[in-house]
Nanobody, 115 residues
Framework: QVRLVESGGGLVQAGGSLRLSCAASGRIFRVNVMGWYRQVPGKQRDLVAT???????NYADSVKGRFTISRDNANNTVYLQMNSLKPEDTAVYYC?????????WGQGTQVTVSS
């Protein structure tokens, strides 16, 4: 069984920065894709950024140029550096992984950006 644990959420003022971390643990043979999604109450969970095993990245248009996804392969950890945060970035952020060809979700971490 694989487990994803996020950390790094919190409250920040508009224009500020936060870095989210997601550590994968368990019996990991292959990390295919890691990524971040976010969700606000009453809305669907939306993609923020993904990072494939070959290093390819994909970002939502709303975060391009402000957010950066990266990873530490040795520790099976993926990061989301969020800069120039806006109130509309407020959401619960979920880590997502396709690991050993199965899909996993973290428990989510709240990010709140005040104006």
């Amino acid at each position: 069984q694989v487990r994803l644990v996020e950390s790094g959420g919190g409250l920040v003022q508009a224009g500020g920065s936060l870095r989210l971390s997601c550590a994968a643990s368990g019996r990991i043979f292959r990390v295919n894709v890691m990524g971040w999604y976010r969700q606000v109450p009453g809305k669907q969970r939306d993609l923020v950024a993904t990072l494939t095993s070959d290093g390819s990245t994909n970002y939502a248009d709303s975060v391009k140029g402000r957010f950066t996804i990266s990873r530490d392969n040795a520790n099976n950890t993926v990061y989301l550096q969020m800069n120039s945060l806006k109130p509309e970035d407020t959401a619960v952020y979920y880590c997502h992984g396709i690991i050993n060809y199965s899909k996993y979700w973290g428990q989510g971490t709240q990010v709140t950006v005040s104006s």
